[in-house]
Every structure is written in structure tokens, then in C-alpha cells.
């Protein structure tokens, strides 16, 4: 009668350590991490959304506007791409942006770029804030949109805004579509 023990090869246990390097390396640069509920995950929460009116610029320099918890664009839940990746967005406390100028002009290329000033008149800093205006030609045709945005705009400091350049031919004037703030 045999007796014989079957030894383990020795490579199965040369993997082990290698796969927990790559989950630690995982783990460490972000890429894998515990799961964290949006709020409209988390059970038994509900979230509401109040209608505002939506504010509006004319193609010439205007007047100080108030904006107050712009319209649209305000999703209940859901992620912002900021410069590092994607955080998650909930709807903002109150805020008060004021307009102080705007206005548009076109490039060398032809396209429309809306600049101007805002402030943040509100109690608190706003982490991400976007503003996208419209652009009508003259029978009121919507052209296209424009988007300005940025990130950290604290309480009390004005923004000297600068939408991406657009291209729309027979352009006229534009207005404001939507205010996102976090």
C-alpha cells in the first residue's frame, strides 16, 4: 500500500499575491471604492424641485438681472464632469446670481462668442456653476447653444464670463436657457 500526498504546484501560490497588489492598486487610485447612494438612491428620500421663471438677456449690454435657482437644467440627482472625473450633483441651497453685463461678438472664424460679468450674491460659494444661452436669428429660429462655466465662484466675487465659440450663421440674439449651480 502507497501512501502518497499530492503537493500544490508552487505558481498557484505566487497569483495570490499578485491579484491582491492589483486590487490594492485599484483600491488606491480610485478606480474600485465602497458604493455611495446618490440622493434619489437612498430609500425613502424624496427630493422636490420647485419651477422658477426663467430669466432673459437681450443681445445688448444689460442691466443687472437677478437669477435667482436658475430653471431647466436643475436635475433632481445625477453627475457633473468636473476637471478630475465625475461627482455626484444635488440640487443646490438657494444661491442669488446677478448678471451684470453680457453681450456677444463675433471671432475671426465667424462664430458667436456671449461674454460678460456675474456675481454671486448669495450666502454661500457654488462649487460648479453653468449658464447656457440660446441663440435666435431674427424670425426667433434657435440657432444653437452656448456654454460658460466654472468651478469654485464664492460668495461675494464676480465672474468675468466667456462662452465657447459657436457657429451660427444669421445669428441675431440670444438669452439665457439655463443656470446650473451646485
Not at 492589483?22 to 437612498?42: Q, R
Not at 460679468?117 to 452656448?146: C, I, W
Request: hydrophobic letters at 35%; charged letters at 15%.
Amino acid at each position: 500500500m502507497s501512501n502518497s500526498i499530492i503537493p500544490r504546484p508552487r505558481s498557484t501560490w505566487k497569483i495570490v499575491p499578485g491579484i491582491l497588489l492589483v486590487v490594492a492598486l485599484l483600491l488606491f487610485a480610485g478606480c474600485v471604492g465602497p458604493f455611495e447612494p446618490g440622493p434619489s438612491e437612498i430609500p425613502g428620500e424624496q427630493l422636490t424641485v420647485m419651477p422658477t421663471p426663467t430669466p432673459t438677456v437681450s443681445a445688448e449690454q444689460t442691466s443687472t438681472q437677478t437669477l435667482r435657482n436658475g430653471p431647466a437644467e436643475l436635475a433632481t440627482s445625477g453627475y457633473i464632469e468636473r476637471s478630475y472625473g465625475y461627482v455626484p450633483y444635488s440640487t443646490p441651497p438657494e444661491h442669488r446670481l446677478t448678471m451684470i453685463e453680457s453681450n456677444s461678438r463675433k471671432d475671426a472664424s465667424g462664430n458667436i462668442i456671449i461674454y460678460g460679468r456675474m456675481k454671486n450674491e448669495g450666502p454661500g460659494s457654488l462649487s460648479y456653476l453653468q449658464v447656457t444661452f440660446n441663440l435666435y436669428d431674427n424670425s426667433g429660429n434657435l440657432l444653437g447653444n452656448a456654454h460658460a462655466h466654472v468651478e469654485y465662484f464664492g460668495a461675494g466675487q464676480t465672474w468675468h464670463f466667456q462662452a465657447d465659440p459657436v457657429p451660427a450663421t444669421n445669428y441675431q440674439y440670444f438669452k439665457i436657457a439655463g443656470v446650473m449651480a451646485q
